[in-house]
């Protein structure tokens, strides 16, 4: 190979010195004419000199041309023998290995090493690229019976042509569709109790036997396949094209998600796999679970209710109602259903207090009681003075006792509490 690109680069200079030498034969052979032939005028030579000038500029501008163009053709037999190498190298590993082919390709340099035993540090030169060339970043696959290398070369006197490296080899013919594993949850994002979700492991011709794994949860944050704990086992024991898994999740409650994973590779029968999953497949799944909440409210003597619910939503009334109270005590119960057919119910007792007296009323112990003017109340001692418990009221109607002294005028009658203001607890 080095010996070709040799003998390629010394027919360029041959061809150049031969332009070199025509053009000084050229210059040569005029002079001689004008040495020989004295009678010429002055003007006749100048037109001569201008005339083997322009002519040798000419010659010198095509050699220029022709030796860029030489420049290029070397250059482009240079990087495609390169090519060649490579792409015939690459490709009799693929045919010899096939599904063994490590893809393990070294770029160090100019120097181009493939690792043939994947477990191995052993390394073999597959070219040593010329220097004109650069080598970008190598990609590699083999899946699928498929083994695919790109390698990126480009010359910079060059960067409208395309050298790389491309070879694809498939050592598989036939079924090369891989079987899949996937994950359905219907109306995922409507809120329910339970949700279930439909997990399928299918394939265009037949899976192939065998017991496969598959782990799944649920959340409402993000979860690896690591994270996953519930599993079951899907059993292919008829070669079949479809089997299918229903996981039903309930006791939940949020806007989370049902996340699928596959422990291990699953194959079908031409040995295509699903490979592991680095990311879960995963399906939005609304779950509710929490009951609404009633909440209970007083304005004065008017008592209000509110039923709410963070998830699903209220789904039926009374969601919102007021009630004006009446009576010594009052007990208010109410029921609340959500869209997820979660209900709550809850109660609420008003009793009437009595520690706050207005307009015309006096508060005496619990009660409170109306004051009536210009009664007297009489004047018993019994040692103890006119305030003594033993003091009656000598008045019209009913008293229940003497306010003040013996020169007290006047006397409280009892009212029932709902009569005088107070206040709803």
């Known amino acids: 190979m080095r010996k070709e690109k040799l003998i390629i680069k010394e027919k360029v200079i041959l061809k150049e010195n031969r332009i070199s030498f025509f053009i000084f034969c050229v210059i040569m052979i005029i002079g001689d004419v004008m040495k020989n032939n004295k009678g010429y005028m002055l003007i006749e030579i ?143 994002t409507t ?17 192939k036997n065998g017991t496969y794994r598959i782990l799944y949860g649920w959340s409402d944050s993000t979860l690896s396949c690591s994270d996953l704990t519930n599993s079951f086992d899907f059993e292919v024991t008829n070669s079949d094209t479809e089997i299918t898994k229903e996981v039903t999740i309930d006791s939940q409650t949020g806007q989370g998600k049902l996340y699928v994973c596959n422990e291990s590779k699953i194959y079908d029968a031409a040995d295509n796999y699903w490979d592991v999953l680095d990311t879960p497949l995963a399906e939005n799944m609304y779950l509710d679970n929490t009951p609404p909440t009633i909440a209970f409210s007083l304005s004065g003597s008017t008592a209000s209710w509110s039923c709410n619910d963070s998830h699903s939503g209220v789904a039926t009334n009374p969601a919102n109602g007021s009630q004006a109270l009446s009576g010594a005590s009052v007990t208010i119960s109410k029921t609340c259903t959500d869209l997820a057919q979660n209900s709550a119910t809850d109660s609420h007792t008003y009793t009437y207090k009595h520690d706050m007296c207005s307009g015309g009323c006096a508060r005496t112990g619990q009660v409170c009681t109306t004051w009536y003017e210009n009664y007297t109340c009489c004047k018993i001692y019994s040692g ?41 607890e």
């Open 384 to 424: 103890d003075g006119p305030d003594s418990p033993n003091a009656v009221c000598q008045v019209q109607g009913q008293c229940t006792w003497c306010y003040g002294n013996s020169y007290a005028t006047r006397c409280v009658e009892s009212y029932p509490d709902y009569e005088c203001n107070g206040r709803y």
């Open 46 to 188: 100048i037109l001569a000199s201008i005339i083997a000038f322009g002519v040798a500029i000419f010659i010198i501008n095509l050699t220029i041309r022709l030796k860029n163009k030489n420049d290029d053709t070397f250059y482009e037999t240079q990087i495609v023998t390169d090519q060649t190498i490579i792409t015939n190298k690459f490709m009799q590993y693929a045919i010899d290995q096939q599904e063994a082919f490590s893809c393990r390709i070294e770029i160090e340099g100019n120097k181009i090493y493939y690792y043939p035993d994947k477990d191995s540090e052993e390394k073999v030169l597959i070219d040593n690229v010329n220097e004109i060339a650069s080598i970008g970043a190598s990609s590699c696959t083999n899946t699928q019976g498929k083994i695919t290398i790109d390698i990126p070369l480009s010359v910079p006197q060059q960067q409208e042509n395309d050298y790389n490296v491309h070879v694809e080899y498939k050592y598989k013919i036939g079924d090369e569709i891989i079987p899949t594993l996937s994950l359905v949850v219907n109306n995922g």
């Open 191 to 207: 809120y329910s109790k339970t949700h279930t979700g439909i997990i399928t492991l299918s394939d265009n011709i037949a899976l």
